[in-house]
C-alpha cells in the first residue's frame, strides 16, 4: 500500500488507485459524520454557514455604507464559491452521485448554492441563500448519542405519528377560516375601508384571528362584524387545544411504549405483561422460560 | 330486463320501470359515495366545488377590469346552474325527498345555491355561496377506511365527548369578558377616545384580549385600564390551559378505551388482555370460561 | 292550619304564625333552589338579569337619541327597584340575616344594586351594575343533577387542585415580566417614543407579549429592544406550556381517582386495591368482610 | 461564656471570641432562613426590596415634579446604601466569602447594588437595580415546608427534565424563525415600506408571528407576503401544542413516578404499595421481609 508513495513515476493502473483512495478518504470526511474526521469537517462546515448567515444578516442592514457593503460583497463571494467547490466534490466523490443530487440533503445543498446566480446579477433572489440554515439541521447526524439528539428523534417520532390527525385538524381550521373570510368580507367588506377588500384578504384575516396571532392590519368596523369575529375567536380557543392534545397524546403513547415491560413466552414468542404467570397464548408458564 | 330495449313501442309499465332503473342508478351515483361510481361522482363534484370557490375568491379582487370581471360572471352563472340542476336531481331520485331536503347535508346543498338570486340581482350577497365549502366536508364519507378518515372520527369523538365542559368553560369565559368589558368600558369610556365607546365594543375588546388574540385596534389608555387589562391578560393566560387539559384527557380516554378490553378469568378472576387464551394467573384455558 | 283564615279577627298569635308561614313559604322560594317553585322563581329572576344586562349594553351606545336613552333610564329604574325590593325580601325571610348579608351572594347581591345610587346622581359609576352577571353563576345550583353542572365541578375542583402551582407559576410570570420591563425601559426609554414612557407601562408591555397577546400599542423601535423582546416571546412560549401541563394533569388525576376502584377492610376501614386479597393494613381477608 | 461581659477590660483573645460570637450570630441571622431569627431578617429585607422596586417605579413615571423626583432620588440612595451594607456584611459574616460572591446569590445581590454607580452619575443605567427582583426568590428558602414550596419545586424538577425536548424545540423555532423571515425579506422588501427592512428585522417579524404574539408594527402587504404569513401562522400553530406536550408529559411523569414507590412481598413477591403492612396477595407480614 504504502510502496505506491516510494516510487516517482506512476503506472496508470496505481494512479487510478491512488486517486481512488482520496476519493474514498474524501468520502469518509464529507460524508461520514460518524467518524472522527467527518464529524469534524462537519463541525467547521456548521461555523461556515452559520458565520455566512450572519454575513447575510448584517448585509441586509439599510444603514450600511457603500464601502463596508463592498466588504461583504467580496465575503459572500468567497463563502459562496466555498460552498460551490464542496457540493461538487460531494458529487465527485460518491459512488452513486445521481442519488446524492436527488436526496434531500442534496436538494438543500444545491438549492444553498443556487442564489449566488442572483447575487451576480445583483438581484434580491440572492437572499434566498438563507435556506442554507436547512443544513444546520445535520447536526443531529453528528451527535447521534446525544441526550439532544435523541429528543430530538422522540420529538420527530411523535409529529410524524400525530400527521393524520393534524392534517384533519388543519383540513378544518383551513374550512373554516375560508368560511368565516367569505361572511366577514360580505359583512365588512371594501366599502368599510377596514382592510377586508377581497375574499383572500379576509381569509388570511381568518388565519391570523383563528390562530390567535392577530396582527391588527385588518380589523372589524362594523358592529355584526365584530359580534362575527367574537364567535370565531371564542371557537379558535376552543380549536387551539386540539394539536396541543393531539400531540400530548403522541408523546405519553411514544414515551410509555418504550417502558412498557414485558414477559417474552419461551414457547411462542408472545408477549406478555411482566407480571403474568402463564403465557397467555400457550399456557405455558412464564417463569420456567425465562430462567 | 334487457328485453325492454328491443321493443319500439313501450308499455306505460316497462316506462315506469326504465324511468325507476334510471332513478336507482343516478341514486346510487349522486348518494352511495362507497360504490366505484358514487365516488367517482363525489370527486368530480368536489373538484366543481374546489374552481368555484376559486373562482368566487378571484372574482372579489378589486384589481378586476370589468371585462375579466364579466367573464367569471358568466362562468359563475353556468357552475351555480349546473349545482341547481344537482340538487333537483338530489330532490328527484331519493325516495323521501323530504326527508333529504330537512337532511343536514340537504340543507347544506340549498344554502349553496340559494345565493344565486342575489346574484341576480347584482347584490354582495351572493358571497353567500362560500357556504358551499361546508359540502368539502364530505370528503370523509368517500374515503371511509382511510386513516384520515379514522382519525377525523377519533378526533370528533374527542371533542363531542368534551361539549359539556367547553360550554361550562365557555360560560365562564364570557361571563368573565362581560364583567371585564363592562369594568373597562367604566374607566376608560368615551371620552379617552380609545375606541371603548360601548359597553357591546368594551366586551369585544374583552373577548380580543382573553383569547389571546390582541388585534390592537382597542387598547387601553388610562394607568387603570392598563393595570385591569394586566390582570385580565394573566388570568386568561391561566384560563387558556383549560380547553386544552379537556381535549388532551378526552383524547387519552378515547385512545386507551379502545384498548381497555379485558377478559375475566373464569377460574381466579383475574384480569388478562382481551386477545389472551390462557389466564396468566392460574394457566386455565379463557375461552372454555367466557363461552 | 285553614281556619285562621275563616276567622274574621285574628289574635296577636295567629298574626305571627299567619307571618311566619308566609316568611317560611318566601324563604323556599328564594333560597331554595332544589324545590319547584325556588327552581321557577330562580329561572324568572335569571332571566330579569339578563335582560337588565341587555339594556344596560345597548343604554350605552353613543348612538342612541335621547328620547330612547330616556325610555332606557326609566326601564333601568324599575328593574333596579325589583331587585332592591328582592335584596330587602331576602333579608328578611332568611333567618340569620346578618349570615346572609355576609356570604358571598349576599356581598354579589349588594354590589349589583348598590351602583344604583350612582345612576340616581348621573354618574357612570352605574355601569357597576355589571357586577350582576356573577348572579348567573347561581344557574349551577339550580340544575344539580344536570351534565353541565357535574362538569362544572369537575372543572372548579381540577382548577382549585392545581390553584398553588398555578400561583407559583404566576409569582415567575409577574416575576419576568417586571424585570423584562424595566430592562425594555432602559433600552427603549421615553426619548425613543415608542410607548415605553415608565416602567409600570414597560411591565404592562411585558405582560401583554409574554402572554402572547400582542395588542402593538406599545412596540420596541431599538434594535437591541427587538432582540431582548424576540428573547421574551421565545421564553414566554414555552412558559405558556406550563399553566397547560398543569391543569391537564389535574384533570387526569381527578378522572381517574374517582374510577379507581378501591376495596376497604371491614376491619381497619383502610383502602386496599380492588384486586387485593388481604387488607394490606391489618392482614385480614378482604373477600370475607365484603360478603 | 456570659462572663466576658462582666469584664470592663477584654483581652485580645476575649475581644476575638466576642466578634466571632457576633459574626456566628450574624451569620444565622443572614443565611440561615430556617431558623426563626433568620426568617425574621429575610421577611424584612423582602419587605424593603418589594418597597424599594415600587420607589423605582414611581420615580420613573414622567408627570413626577422635580420637587417629588428630588424626595424619590433620596429614599434610593437610602435604600441603596442599606443593601450595600447588606452586602459586605454577608461577605464579611461568611466563613468562606470567596465561595458566597461567586455563588448565584452572592452575583445576584453584587448585581443589584452595582447600578448604585449609575444613579450617582445620574445616567438611566441605574435601572438596572430591578434585577434586584430576582432576589424575592428566595422566598421559597424560606417557606421550606410549605405547599407552594413543594410545588415549586416541582414545577422546576418538571422543566429541568424538560430542558432537552425545549432546546431541541427552541433549536427548530429559530431555524424556521430565521428561514421565514429571510424569505419574507425578499418577497416585501425595503421598498414596500411595511417594516421589513432588513434580515434581522423580518427574523423579529417571524418570531413575533410564529410566537402568536402578533403585535402589528410590521406586517405584510403583497399578496404572497400574506400567503406566505398564512402558511406560517397555520405552522406556528400546529408548533405550539409541542412545548405544551413536553411539559404536560414530564409532569404526568414527575407525578406517577413519586407514587409509584412500591413494596415487594418477600413471599409471594407481590407489589404492593409502599405504605402496605401486609402483602395483599398472600396476606404475610411485609415489614419482616424488607428488614
Known amino acids: 500500500?504504502?510502496?505506491?508513495?516510494?516510487?516517482?513515476?506512476?503506472?496508470?493502473?496505481?494512479?487510478?488507485?491512488?486517486?481512488?483512495?482520496?476519493?474514498?478518504?474524501?468520502?469518509?470526511?464529507?460524508?461520514?459524520?460518524?467518524?472522527?474526521?467527518?464529524?469534524?469537517?462537519?463541525?467547521?462546515?456548521?461555523?461556515?454557514?452559520?458565520?455566512?448567515?450572519?454575513?447575510?444578516?448584517?448585509?441586509?442592514?439599510?444603514?450600511?455604507?457603500p464601502t463596508t457593503r463592498y466588504v461583504f460583497y467580496i465575503i459572500e463571494w468567497v463563502l459562496s464559491s466555498i460552498f460551490v467547490i464542496e457540493y461538487l466534490l460531494r458529487i465527485y466523490v460518491s459512488s452513486k452521485p445521481i442519488k446524492y443530487i436527488l436526496?434531500?440533503?442534496?436538494?438543500?445543498d444545491l438549492l444553498s448554492i443556487l442564489p449566488i446566480f442572483?447575487?451576480?446579477?445583483?438581484s434580491k433572489m440572492h437572499y434566498f441563500r438563507i435556506i442554507r440554515i436547512?443544513?444546520?439541521?445535520?447536526?443531529?447526524?453528528?451527535?447521534r448519542v446525544n441526550k439532544f439528539t435523541q429528543e430530538a428523534y422522540s420529538l420527530y417520532h411523535s409529529l410524524v405519528a400525530s400527521i393524520y390527525k393534524i392534517s384533519v385538524f388543519m383540513f378544518f381550521v383551513i374550512l373554516l377560516s375560508v368560511l368565516m373570510g367569505g361572511l366577514m368580507y360580505i359583512f365588512e367588506g371594501r366599502e368599510n375601508d377596514a382592510g377586508f377588500n377581497s375574499v383572500p384578504e379576509s381569509i388570511y384575516w381568518a388565519i391570523v384571528t383563528v390562530t390567535t396571532v392577530g396582527f391588527g392590519d385588518i380589523t372589524p368596523t362594523t358592529d355584526f362584524g365584530k359580534f362575527l369575529a367574537s364567535i370565531m375567536m371564542l371557537l379558535g380557543y376552543a380549536i387551539i387545544a386540539v394539536p396541543t392534545g393531539i400531540v400530548s397524546l403522541e408523546m405519553f403513547k411514544y414515551q410509555y411504549k418504550e417502558k412498557k415491560d414485558v414477559a417474552t413466552c419461551g414457547y411462542c414468542k408472545a408477549t406478555n405483561p411482566i407480571d403474568a404467570t402463564y403465557c397467555n397464548q400457550c399456557g405455558s408458564k412464564l417463569n420456567e422460560e425465562t430462567e
Chains 1, 2, 3, 4 share one sequence.
Open 1 to 65: 500500500m504504502s510502496s505506491s508513495k516510494s516510487k516517482v513515476k506512476l503506472t496508470k493502473e496505481q494512479k487510478r488507485q491512488v486517486r481512488e483512495r482520496f476519493k474514498r478518504r474524501l468520502y469518509i470526511t464529507m460524508f461520514e459524520a460518524k467518524t472522527p474526521v467527518g464529524r469534524k469537517f462537519d463541525l467547521y462546515l456548521m461555523g461556515l454557514i452559520i458565520f455566512s448567515l450572519f454575513i447575510l444578516m448584517i448585509e441586509s442592514l439599510p444603514s450600511l455604507t
Open 103 to 108: 436526496s434531500v440533503w442534496g436538494i438543500i
Open 118 to 122: 442572483f447575487l451576480a446579477f445583483y
Open 134 to 143: 436547512l443544513r444546520l439541521v445535520r447536526i443531529f447526524k453528528i451527535f
